[in-house]
């Protein structure tokens, strides 16, 4: 063997140890920078969670004063105000903060609160709630008008046109529901039940749990209350009383346990004992609906 071939291989032999030693200090740097990079995602990760915690416990914080009176107890009307419109300038801040948080955020705070209800932007939650109750009323109340016509412009209006004001106090004649409570034992020695009048959305409630075979949407649009008479009156009463129609319905015709199961939590908005407003009414309504109609579908696309 000559000096070049050894040279040559001796210059081989050094290359590859060159090669070797090369590659692994690049594998190593590169488990380096690996372990550097999981460690720096996870300590974004926790970052993140941690504001998301800190945001969460704030808002919860915020809006748990007040005992029975704290507006966290209308927590999943915030739901059907998101999905009704994330824009909108609802009078309550509580509705106005939660449609502008991240919906990581949003739902962190239903989490924690234990709400299960779907959250998702939707660019047909109102018509898709409407269609389901104008179905509903047709097979609960057989024969009975409808008072959701024009796209449900009474239901709508009710945030719309009235949804800055208080629900009006509204009281009509004793039904036959609440003759039969007034003349029972406990009725009779009871001091708080009127025998004059009684309250309207309790009438609303009767008619529809204990009449719906008897037209009592046609009934309760045309029996006089305090206010009037709701097709001839100030338009409030009327967008109330679709408000009223629109939560009961739902519950009156749902005969599926099922679905009360499944929606177990959906937080306790009827434990909520401070002022209510007509647009309280209106995502009352929606969030009936939504809970109480199996076929009510959300939709994943944005509203604007």
């Known amino acids: 063997m000559d000096v070049a071939t050894v040279v040559g291989l001796v210059i081989a032999v050094i290359s590859l140890l060159v090669a070797v030693i090369i590659g692994g200090c690049q594998i190593k740097q590169s488990n380096r920078m690996e372990a550097f990079e999981k460690r720096q995602d996870e300590r974004d990760e926790k970052r993140h969670n941690d504001e998301i915690y800190a945001e969460v416990t704030r808002f919860i914080q915020k809006y748990s004063v007040g005992g029975y009176e704290a507006e966290i107890y209308l927590l999943p009307l915030c739901i059907a105000a998101y999905q009704y419109n994330p824009v909108y300038p609802y009078r309550r801040e509580i ?24 959250c998702n932007k939707s660019n047909h939650y109102f018509s898709e709630c409407l269609d389901k109750l104008e179905k509903e009323i047709k097979e609960y109340c057989p024969d009975d008008k409808s008072l959701f016509y024009d796209g449900g412009k009474y239901l709508e209006r009710a945030l719309l046109h009235h949804g800055e004001k208080e629900i009006p106090d509204v009281q ?116 009936s609906i939504t809970i109480y109609s199996p076929n009510c579908n959300k939709g994943d696309d944005s509203n604007g």
Request: aromatic share 8%.
């Open 95 to 118: 509705y106005r903060e939660f449609c502008g948080l991240p919906e990581d955020v949003q739902k962190s705070i239903l989490a924690r609160c234990d709400i299960d209800i779907p």
């Open 172 to 287: 009509c004649a004793i039904d036959e529901e609440q003759r039969k409570l007034l003349d029972s034992p406990l009725g009779k020695i009871s001091k708080s039940l009127s025998h004059k009048d009684m309250d309207y959305e309790k009438h609303i409630i009767n008619l529809l749990a204990y009449e719906a075979d008897k037209q009592p949407i046609s009934r309760l649009a045309n029996e006089p209350t305090s206010l009037g008479i709701p097709v001839e009156a100030d338009e409030i009463l009327i967008c109330y009383l679709c408000c009223i129609i629109a939560e009961c319905v739902p519950c009156c015709s749902n005969k599926n346990q099922e679905i009360y199961e499944n929606y177990e939590n959906t937080g306790y908005v009827c434990d909520y004992n401070g002022i209510q407003y007509m647009e309280d009414a209106f995502l009352t309504a929606l969030h």
